[in-house]
């Protein structure tokens, strides 16, 4: 079961929340987070992306405008909103905020009433805009849509990597949704965390729903971030599981005709494409072929993350993808 949205208030100066976040978190039983040092901010916004950040704007302004270039230049907080809040208005320095990456401003300009609305109205925005998934906060299918489509823009050199959960349905049966929302939550911070871990600032993750996710990874990080990312999910995936059938590495579940059959725990198959030897032209392009070639890593035993080794020529053979693992 997830936790309850975040709320991080930043405030270089220290100073209290302001009563108009707090009675708008409060009524809407968000949970607040406050940091005062900006390194310690960005961390926590890395490794728990909030619902929302707020940024006292009044003292030490730079240090707020600062704070939020960085999230937005870092892809695994970009989406994250940004509000920045005054107890003064001038449009100069409004401009600047927004220069900044500022996704709304907050002064007495407006209403109380007014700030209230901003305020919801700005989630409601960047659900919309990102398609944020509920239970990850990760990017979804826009995000990841426009990360594919800057990538090629520019020229780069790059891999996907689709990533799908194996026996997850039939986990989500024995056990419970909330259980399955708690995995799926567990396996969007390996993902999130290793590759931020590994890449230095150079890769992507996003959700498109359920038990998929698509990491935008350099070529040369490819090895390293998804090797590591199959050994932690190996390690922690059984104890999602109750003790007897984690013992038993399996549990007995039933087919469509009312059969037992044994259902081994649950593993990560990962298919990657690079363009290395192909053009990939549009993200469509490059969707389809990860989504080949995760099928393909399905069908291989245990957790994997397979390698297209294919060229532009060879596409209709599936016989270049090749295991990550021997």
Not at 73 to 92: E, R
Not at 224 to 237: P, Q, R, T
Request: proline letters at 5%.
């Amino acid at each position: 079961m997830r936790n309850r949205p975040t709320v991080l208030y930043f405030s270089p100066a220290a100073r209290p929340v302001p009563e108009l976040i707090m009675t708008w978190i409060e009524a809407r039983q968000f949970v607040l987070v406050k940091h005062d040092n900006r390194e310690v901010a960005e961390a926590h916004a890395v490794r728990s992306p909030p619902m929302l950040v707020v940024v006292d704007a009044d003292e030490q302004a730079l240090e707020g405008s600062a704070f939020c270039r960085n999230l937005k230049a870092d892809p695994y907080t970009s989406i994250v909103p940004v509000a920045f809040i005054a107890n003064g208005h001038a449009t100069k320095t409004v401009g600047e905020w927004f220069d900044a990456g500022a996704d709304e401003v907050i002064t007495p300009l407006f209403e109380t009433s007014e700030q209230r609305s901003r305020l919801d109205g700005l989630l409601v925005r960047t659900e919309r805009n990102v398609s944020i998934h509920p239970s990850t906060r990760l990017p979804g299918t826009t995000e990841i849509e426009r990360e594919l489509r800057t990538r090629i823009d520019a020229g780069e050199t790059f891999a996907v990597c689709y990533a799908d959960l194996d026996h997850f349905k039939e986990f989500n049966d024995r056990y419970s949704y909330r259980d399955g929302d708690r995995v799926i939550f567990l396996v969007s911070r390996i993902l999130s965390d290793v590759s931020k871990g590994l890449c230095q600032g150079r890769g992507f993750v996003g959700h498109i729903g359920g038990d998929d996710f698509i990491m935008i990874l350099a070529v040369d990080d490819v090895q390293k971030v998804c090797g590591e990312i199959v050994s932690v999910f190996d390690a922690l995936i059984p104890f999602q599981y109750n003790a007897q059938d984690r013992n038993a590495s399996y549990f007995f579940g039933r087919d469509r005709r009312g059969q037992l059959y044994r259902v081994p725990l649950m593993t990560l198959s990962i298919g990657i494409v690079t363009n290395q030897h192909r053009r990939f032209g549009h993200p469509a392009r490059a969707s389809a072929l990860a989504t080949e070639m995760k099928s393909y890593a399905k069908t291989l035993p245990g957790s994997v993350f397979v390698i297209d080794r294919r060229r532009e020529a060879e596409d209709d053979d599936m016989g270049g993808g090749t295991p990550g693992h021997p």
